[in-house]
């Protein structure tokens, strides 16, 4: 079946450092790959995306790419902010009809100014 | 874009009780919407899918009897908790997927926590 894993956290930085929280994932077929993003208290928004190969999703600074070779979609952010804590998910879904979505454990970012 | 609201945001009940939440898709139409149940500091456990005319599909270990799953129409879909127990107590998500074009994409409601006492 489908998994994704996704490095524990919490991951703490300081502002202005450079983020990057490893997602892995086991899936038959071509998945599309997710990003979500948890604030505090409120449901999951959608941070960016990519449906296939090579793709890479890209948004508010944050940025990962679908790599098929090493299955692999890690998140990536330059210079984080204060703003940019929360809790961090993966996620996969199948490519036929309304495929549900796997998700991995999340990963907390604490980001300290 | 694709809203999908959640009502109540927080409920608070005795245990013995039972409890309605609600899903709306507000600016779309949602043939199917997913029940997610998540614990403090961990991931969303997909508990059931809800489909608009026909009996919701459960996950395994999740029981239908306690979970009521009733999608009334495309853009409403409630899960009610009956005879809720602290060990319900938990914080409860539902999606929908987009529109086609993006279906594979699902939005998600804000979520509502439930404190069973």
């Known amino acids: 079946g489908n998994s994704v894993t996704q490095m524990e956290g919490p991951v703490t930085l300081s502002e202005e450092a450079f983020l990057t929280i490893n997602c892995t994932y086991t899936?038959?077929?071509?998945?599309?790959l997710f990003w979500y993003v948890q604030y505090p208290g409120e449901g999951l928004q959608l941070l960016l995306k990519?449906?296939?190969?090579?793709d890479k999703g890209s948004n508010k600074g944050f940025e990962a790419t679908y790599r098929k070779e090493t299955t692999s979609f890690h998140l990536e952010k330059g210079s984080v902010q204060v703003s940019d804590s929360a809790v961090y998910f993966c996620?996969?879904?199948?490519?036929?009809?309304?495929?549900?979505?796997?998700f991995g454990k999340g990963t907390m970012l604490l980001v300290s100014p | 874009g694709a809203v999908v609201s959640q009502h109540p945001s927080w409920v608070i009940c005795k245990s013995g009780t039972s409890v309605k939440i609600e899903c709306r898709s507000l600016?779309?139409?949602?043939?199917?919407m997913f029940w997610y149940r998540q614990f403090p500091k961990q991931s969303l456990m997909l508990m059931a899918t809800?489909?608009?005319?026909?009996?919701?599909?459960?996950e395994q270990g999740v029981e239908k009897d306690k979970f009521l799953i009733n999608h009334a129409s495309l853009t409403l879909s409630t899960l009610t908790v009956t005879s809720a127990h602290p060990e319900d107590s938990s914080f409860y998500i539902c999606?929908?997927?987009?529109?086609?074009?993006?279906?594979?994409?699902?939005?998600f409601g804000p979520g509502t926590r439930l404190t069973v006492l």
């Open positions: 809800s489909n608009e005319g026909s009996k919701a599909t459960y």
């Open positions: 600016d779309f139409q949602a043939t199917t």
């Open positions: 999606s929908a997927p987009g529109a086609s074009g993006s279906k594979n994409e699902q939005f």
């Open positions: 996620a996969l879904s199948g490519n036929s009809g309304y495929s549900t979505l796997t």
């Open positions: 899936a038959t077929g071509y998945p599309s």
């Open positions: 990519a449906t296939k190969a090579d």
